[in-house]
């Protein structure tokens, strides 16, 4: 009775009006205050799905903080008049570390900027080399399928050329639209252009004060701008902390239903006191979860923006590491660059996606679309599953199991590139096993190929 009632239901929505002149902003705010994608509405369900399938994104972290090679916003320090003692924004040390992960975190403030220098900084950033096609490109080549650019970040600086402040990219001498060529080069190469905008601001007088609600607006102001200005924007990244998780202090159903009523098909993330379309783990991969969408955010250099050459690199095999256990995990994986001072990408980072992009116009096919599971993340790797294919990514062959616990399916064959591997299926599962000629430096994936549609199945 129900599905007729539902049935009937449709029809007559059908025949009313198409299904976006139905989805307003009051709908679109609804779904973002739900986490799990089954709970929203088949339209938000559909128009997350390109998210779903892109699987890797590219972060730029990047502004006036790089002519010094400082962090981003963090390393921008606060004095008391007498410029001896530190305000608003101390900073922890060693003795109130209690892991590793938080000493790390520290670092995020050195080399500290005084405030006085800090605030100038944008007086002599000069990105000559800047070419937003040619980051485009690069993400491209490393099968990279969407793009998230700060805008502004905590320290308030908009890389915009914003109606709203003076503090922006037209007052440097480069005075270029950085965020206009970005998403020009983006949509021209058709690459999903995203952008990440900090609440937190450190610049503008109304933040963190009585005058929130002017800040707000502010916020509102720019959003609406950025939007309208670079449209398409296929996502947001809002950036808030601790404190700043009640929905009420960004006002953030005004927010929203503002950001809808311009862009319907929008995705945001869970920094603004909602779940939004997705969840965010910071600097570590997400857990399996075959519920609602995620979105790892992971640096190259532990720091999120360009802190010199004296910095390590991570090696090409965790970032595969990164990329196999997000898919594996249903997850994204969302690999930050932090251009230097002249606009180019670290020649180190480069290196790392090409080898990335290479793998993955081979392989492409076990991450791209798929799902993550049936068979959980382990030691020796992931699997992946699209329609009737489950995909085993592996990465560590000592640790591979003997015995794959994989029952219930009729398995039609096992391939590796165009091998076909031998195999032996019983009651208690698979044995297979690939001859190193046919392992991939990296990761090897094997495509196992059934009898049945394997979109439902539990988790093993
Ligand atoms: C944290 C940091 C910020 C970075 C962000 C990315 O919120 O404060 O610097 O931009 O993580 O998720």
Not at 90 to 97: D, G
Not at 365 to 391: C, H
Not at 413 to 438: H, M, Q, R
């Amino acid at each position: 009775m129900k599905r007729f009632i539902a049935t009937l239901l449709t029809v007559a929505l059908a025949l009313n009006a198409s299904p976006q002149e139905k989805y307003g902003t009051e709908e679109a705010w609804a779904d973002a205050q739900i986490a799990r994608l089954k709970e929203k509405s088949p339209t938000a369900q559909e128009r997350s799905q390109w998210f779903r399938e892109a699987r890797l994104g590219m972060f730029i972290h990047w502004n006036q903080s790089s002519v010094v090679a400082a962090e981003i916003s963090w390393s921008k320090q606060f004095y008391d008049d007498d410029g001896e003692k530190l305000l608003h924004n101390p900073r922890p040390t060693l003795k109130h570390c209690k892991a590793q992960e938080h000493t790390d975190w520290i670092s995020w403030f050195k080399p500290a900027v005084p405030k006085e220098i800090y605030d100038h900084l944008h007086k002599s950033f000069y990105p000559a080399m800047y070419n937003a096609d040619s980051i485009v490109h690069t993400s491209m080549q490393a099968g990279v399928k969407y793009i998230v650019m700060v805008t502004k970040h905590h320290d308030g600086f908009c890389m915009w050329d914003s109606e709203y402040t003076d503090y922006d990219i037209m007052s440097t001498p480069f005075a270029r639209d950085i965020v206009s060529e970005m998403a020009d080069a983006c949509h021209r190469h058709g690459m999903k252009f995203c952008i990440y905008y900090s609440q937190r601001d450190w610049h503008h007088p109304d933040y963190s004060s009585e005058n929130l609600p002017r800040y707000n607006l502010y916020m509102r102001n720019q959003i609406k701008e950025l939007l309208t200005k670079y449209a398409p924007v296929a996502g947001i990244f809002f950036d808030a902390h601790a404190w700043n998780k009640d929905p009420e202090v960004w006002e953030s159903e005004t927010l929203f239903k503002e950001i809808y009523a311009i862009a319907p098909d929008i995705l945001i993330n869970n920094r603004c006191g909602v779940p939004g379309d997705y969840y965010t783990p910071e600097q570590r991969v997400g857990s399996i979860d075959m519920e609602t969408m995620w979105e790892s955010c992971m640096t190259f250099t532990g720091e999120w923006s360009w802190r010199g050459f004296a910095n390590e690199v991570i090696p090409v095999e965790k970032c595969f590491d990164y990329l196999i256990n997000c898919a594996g995990g249903n997850g994204n994986l969302l690999l930050n660059i932090d251009p230097l001072p002249t606009g180019q990408i670290d020649p180190r980072e480069k290196s790392r996606l090409k080898i990335m992009g290479e793998w993955l116009a081979r392989n492409g096919e076990a991450i791209y679309g798929t799902q993550g599971g049936f068979l959980r993340p382990a030691d020796w790797g992931v699997s992946t599953r699209k329609g009737k294919n489950l995909y085993l990514l592996v990465k560590d062959w000592n640790s591979f199991p003997a015995l794959l616990p994989i029952t219930g399916l009729k398995i039609k064959e096992i391939t590796v590139g165009d091998k076909a591997i031998d195999f032996k299926a019983g009651k208690n599962g698979v044995e297979l096993s690939v001859p190193e000629s046919c392992r991939d430096r990296y990761v090897t994936v094997i495509k196992i190929t059934t009898n049945r549609d394997l979109t439902d199945r539990e988790l093993l």
